[in-house]
């Protein structure tokens, strides 16, 4: 090699280690370590599934490929040989210059390069060449440079902490040890690190689950709240819609009523204008005899009064009809009055109808800060409590349904039932004839016999065998077993024992929309039997099982 050229140190130095590179190898980002500084890199972070090369930081998604440099490697062995000086490459001078932000070398005050933890200070390249030229030195621990290295110092020996004190969960230095922390469990802070950062990639990878789980609800909330902004503009649109055909309906029936007045109105008008115009006729002809006959009362002409008197004095049929003369119409207030009446019942409707709306809007499933939180307390139940019927057409010969179709009794003589298509054939139990959407609570009351509290697609079988019917064996129904004193939960024939005190009144709280289908035993308190988290595809049902002598009842609920 030429003589009298300066290298510069850090092209040849490990970035791990920050010596001489001993056997090097390089990394797919095109940097070189030490094959052995390397590898104890990469091995730190196959935990994380995730590798870095420790210079420029580059992530790998695989554990990198390492290749031996040997042009790189005879190149140091010559160096060495040769004894050339090694020295730090010059650099700008606001490189070197400390900045507000920046660590001062404690030397010189110079922007520092690397802080030593051993020595409990920071130098620039200058002044940290002793670290990599004295042999002591280089065993020394170099970091990034800090500002936190008096962390490191023991306040009250002013000595470096390399302990740690599981006892007190602190760290400690040498004197410490052999002091007031005598006798406690003591390790190395380096011991206690490795330890721990097992513990924060564990650590680590627990919160990436969790962000990830977040971000899930987060798009869940996202696309829950784009549907509530798209729903309300659609139903925005169609209140819009429908109300203007309401009142365009009404407009419609106004226009018909005063067309239908105006034109009883002219028929009228007409019909009295003609008989105005005959009794008009009358008149001028009666004044024409009138007019006649007193002339004739003042002749003296006997012959002429004799001649003229029989024509003057016949009076001929009146021709309008007696009644067009006494009548006096009151269609119109007829109108009036039929008018007000409907607008009193319009009104009326419009009433409740405009409740039932307002009431459907503020129950509305709008999603909050807890959107599926199920009720706590009883009246918190009663909130959704529904009023539920039984459905004749679908009970059992052997099931006596009663009490305005709330109550149904196990029977052993077979009811005379008309056929049905939706009657169960085989299975002794009847459906709830409402269908259940949205939010709906309701209690049955049980006595005598084992009974199936259930719900169920209206689609189960109604003829098929046992798992195809009967609630709770099939995939279509879901049902909570009430047999004595203990409880079985039911659903596609898997059963679920429950530990639970007994009841005879049992709550189901359903919530379609969500997926959420729970039992309570109902007492002073609500005491949860089951909850079900699934998705359901179907509008539901109520529904009972009735074992012999059993007695089931859906109770009012206020």
Not at 129 to 147: G, M, Y
Not at 163 to 180: A, G, H, N
Not at 189 to 202: I, K, S
């Amino acid at each position: 090699m030429a003589q009298g050229i300066q290298l510069d140190r850090a092209r040849f130095s490990c970035s791990i280690c920050l010596n001489l590179l001993k056997d090097p190898v390089t990394i797919p980002c095109g940097h070189s370590c030490c094959m052995n500084c390397i590898k104890v890199h990469l091995d730190e972070e196959d935990d994380m599934r995730i590798y870095s090369c420790p210079q420029c930081k580059q992530t790998f998604t695989q554990r990198p490929v390492v290749v031996k440099n040997d042009m790189l490697a005879f190149v140091v062995e010559e160096l060495k040989k040769t004894g050339l000086p090694i020295a730090p490459t010059p650099a700008p001078a606001d490189h070197f210059d400390a900045g507000s932000e920046d660590v001062a070398c404690d030397v010189c005050k110079l922007k520092a390069f690397k802080s030593c933890l051993q020595c409990v200070a920071s130098f620039c390249e200058s002044h940290l060449q002793p670290h990599f030229d004295i042999a002591p030195l280089r065993k020394h621990k170099l970091v990034e440079a800090s500002t936190k290295l008096q962390e490191n110092i023991c306040a009250r020996h002013q000595e470096v902490m390399k302990m740690w004190c599981r006892t007190d969960q602190r760290c400690i230095c040498y004197l410490c040890s052999k002091d007031e922390h005598k006798g406690h469990n003591k390790v190395s802070a380096a011991a206690e690190r490795a330890e721990r950062q097992t513990d924060l990639r564990v650590t680590r990878l627990k919160i990436q689950q969790r962000i990830q789980e977040k971000e899930k609800d987060m798009k869940l909330f996202q696309q829950e709240e784009d549907a509530v902004h798209c729903s309300a503009e659609n139903a925005l649109k169609n209140t819009d819609k429908l109300f203007n055909e309401m009142i365009h309906a009404i407009e419609k029936r106004v226009s018909d009523v005063k067309g239908k007045i105006q034109t009883r109105q002219n028929t009228e008008v007409s019909r009295f204008r003609k008989v105005r115009e005959k009794l008009q006729q009358e008149i001028t002809e009666l004044k024409r005899k009138d007019a006649g006959l007193e002339k004739l009362t003042h002749t003296e002409d006997h012959t002429h009064f004799l001649l003229n008197y029989p024509s003057l004095a016949c009076l001929s049929e009146s021709k309008v009809p007696p009644n067009a003369k006494v009548r006096r119409l009151r269609y119109f207030e007829k109108v009036t009055v039929a008018l007000s009446e409907a607008r009193d019942r319009l009104l009326g409707i419009l009433g409740e109808e405009y409740a039932k709306i307002s009431s459907t809007v503020a129950g509305a499933d709008v999603l909050t800060t807890n959107p599926r939180a199920d009720p706590e307390t009883r009246a918190d139940f009663l909130q959704y409590a529904f009023h539920l019927t039984l459905d004749p057409n679908t009970a059992n010969t052997h099931l006596l349904i009663s009490n305005g179709n709330r109550r149904a009794a196990f029977v052993r003589e077979e009811q005379k039932y008309s056929a049905h298509s939706e009657r169960f054939m085989y299975s002794w139990q009847v459906l709830g004839r409402e269908s259940l959407k949205g939010r709906c609570y309701w209690e049955v009351e049980r006595s005598g016999g084992g009974v199936l509290v259930a719900v169920a697609y209206k689609n189960i079988s109604r003829a098929g065998v046992f798992n195809e019917s009967v609630f709770g064996h099939n995939y279509k129904s879901w049902a909570l077993d009430c047999i004595g004193d203990s409880y079985v939960f039911i659903h596609n024939k898997t059963k679920t024992p429950i530990s639970s005190p007994p009841g005879s009144r049992i709550g189901v709280y359903l919530d379609h929309s969500a997926g959420i289908l729970s039992f309570y035993s109902v007492s002073e308190t609500m005491t949860l039997l089951h909850r079900v988290q699934t998705t359901f595809t179907q509008p539901l049902h109520a529904g009972l099982w009735l074992s012999d002598g059993a007695v089931a009842e859906l109770c009012r609920l206020k």
